[in-house]
């Protein structure tokens, strides 16, 4: 058996508020292989946004260990994992984070700076994954001139442009309608079958129903962990 390319051992997470302990995450034991595609559930207060933070490199935990594509991201400094978050991980956000008055070509090669490619291999890698996710029509047209949906598909192919391990998925259709998030659900599909790891973090039960496994926490330790 390959290595899990997440493997997270007694991951513990506290927050200090005031004079008291948060205790959010109590001890999160889970592993993820390549190629899985998995969703995050939890009610409000579970402690899913935390462990996707961590998962992303965005916050280290407590105590614990997180082991990434072999690499042990738990104890690295704020520039390490900076350089790990670019390389290894791409990010999908419900309020798509997209560059206001940039075009949707130089939203999606912007990674590609902070990694050092030159201006030609950004233009061709960037021009390669909006095709990927249909927007070949709309590379020089900025935000505002996008739907909501096209926002999202812009930020799908920003998340792709580095040849991540994770394709991290922040309530990707959070605010999208019922139509544009189905359209939305099917490019991750698509995504996973291209041989992506896709970690999908959401509330809603027929989002997480695309996925091939749902972990459900409750009162920050995994309640349930089930594989279709």
């Known amino acids: 058996m390959a290595n899990p390319l997440i493997k997270i051992t007694n991951i513990k997470r506290d927050f200090v508020l005031g004079n008291e302990i948060v205790y959010v995450l109590k001890g999160i034991d889970l592993e993820i292989n390549k190629g899985e595609y998995v969703a995050l559930m939890g009610p409000s207060g579970s402690g899913k946004s935390t462990l996707m933070n961590l998962l992303g490199c965005l916050d280290t935990p407590t105590s614990g260990h997180y082991v990434l594509n072999g690499k042990d991201v738990s104890k690295m400094r704020d520039d390490e994992l900076a350089e790990i978050r670019n390389k290894e991980i791409g990010f999908v956000f419900q309020t798509f984070n997209l560059l206001p008055r940039t075009t949707a070509l130089d939203n999606v090669a912007l990674p590609m700076i902070y990694a050092g490619h030159s ?8 021009t390669e994954v909006l095709k990927q996710v249909n927007l070949a029509d709309r590379m020089d047209h900025q935000p505002n001139q996008l739907s909501g949906g096209q926002r999202q598909r812009v930020a799908i192919a920003r998340a792709l442009v580095n040849k991540p391990s994770i394709i991290l998925a922040d309530e990707p259709t959070g605010n999208l309608d019922s139509k544009t998030s189905v359209e939305i659900m099917k490019l991750f599909g698509d995504i996973h ?36």
């Open 119 to 126: 201006k030609s291999e950004r233009v061709l890698r960037a």
């Open 193 to 228: 079958e291209q041989g992506n790891t896709v970690i999908l973090v959401t509330h809603e039960e027929d989002i997480a129903a695309y996925a091939h496994r749902i972990i459900r926490l409750r009162d920050g330790l995994i309640e349930s962990d089930t594989t279709k």
